[in-house]
C-alpha cells in the first residue's frame, strides 16, 4: 500500500519561509518522480515543482527563484523548501509520485495534504 505523507505546513507571515516534506512507503522511492502541487480555494490544483528520478528539477514561474525541490532517496523523502513567501502561496500543498516528472496532475499517488497559510 503506497502512502505519501506531508508534513511541515503552517502559517507564516509574508517573506518567511516554510519546509514541506513528504515520506514515501510503499513504493520503490528512488525509481519514481515526485512532484509538488498546491490547490487555493475555488482554485484548480497546480503544479509547484518536481524532482525527476535523477534528479533534474521542474518549477512553475510563479515559485522559480524562491521554492527550491529536493529529494534524499535514502530517507524516501521530497522537500520542497519554500523562501520568500507571498500571500498567493496560500494554498494546500501535496505531494505525488509518478513514473516520469511531467507538470499535469496525471499522477499515480498523491498525499493527503499540508496547508500552508501565508499572511500580509
Known amino acids: 500500500q503506497v502512502q505519501l505523507v506531508e508534513s511541515g505546513g503552517g502559517l507564516v507571515q509574508a517573506g518567511g519561509s516554510l519546509r514541506l516534506s513528504c515520506a514515501a512507503s510503499?513504493?520503490?522511492?528512488?525509481?519514481?518522480?515526485m512532484g509538488w502541487f498546491r490547490q487555493a480555494p475555488g482554485k484548480e490544483r497546480e503544479s509547484v515543482a518536481g524532482?525527476?528520478?535523477?534528479?533534474?528539477?521542474i518549477y512553475a514561474d510563479s515559485v522559480e527563484g524562491r521554492f527550491t525541490v529536493s529529494r534524499d532517496n535514502a530517507k524516501n523523502t521530497v522537500y520542497l523548501q519554500m523562501n520568500s513567501l507571498k500571500p498567493e502561496d496560500t494554498a494546500v500543498y501535496y505531494c505525488?509520485?509518478?513514473?516520469?516528472?511531467?507538470?499535469?496532475?496525471?499522477?499515480?499517488?498523491w498525499g493527503q495534504g499540508t496547508q500552508v497559510t501565508v499572511s500580509s
Open positions: 505525488a509520485a509518478a513514473t516520469t516528472l511531467r507538470s499535469d496532475t496525471q499522477y499515480d499517488y
Open positions: 510503499g513504493l520503490t522511492f528512488s525509481t519514481y518522480a
Open positions: 524532482v525527476a528520478r535523477n534528479n533534474m528539477t
